[in-house]
């Protein structure tokens, strides 16, 4: 079964950014999308960006122009660029192939704050 770390997070103020990784213990080359998720306080949890095999990438609409996110198949990790951070993204993020397909790793806490 395949294990998902996340890493990255911390506290940064507005305007700045962050690189978000995810690790998978297994191969993801065979995994068709991989997902970023976030889950501020009282909200649910939301999809925030997928990328495919291929490299298509969707993003959540109050993402784009400010998140990337890209993958390495041979180091079996996801990553998630993030710039002109603002308050709002702050949350806990999560990766994981949709819809939740693998156990949920511990997620990495983002703080935007001045």
């Known amino acids: 079964q395949v294990q998902l770390v996340e890493s990255g997070g911390g506290l940064v103020q507005p305007g700045g950014s962050l690189r978000l990784s995810c690790a998978a213990s297994g191969s993801i080359f065979s995994i068709n999308a991989m997902d970023w998720y976030r889950q501020a306080p009282g909200k649910e949890r939301g999809l925030v960006a997928r990328?495919?095999?291929?490299?298509?990438?969707y993003y959540a609409d109050s993402v784009k122009g400010r998140f990337t996110i890209s993958r390495d198949n041979a180091k079996n990790t996801v990553y998630l660029q993030m710039n002109s951070l603002k308050p709002e993204d702050t949350a806990v993020y999560y990766c994981?192939?949709?819809?939740?397909?693998?156990?949920w790793g511990q997620g990495t806490q983002v703080t935007v704050s001045s």
């Open positions: 994981n192939a949709p819809p939740g397909r693998f156990p």
């Open positions: 990328i495919r095999s291929g490299g298509s990438t």
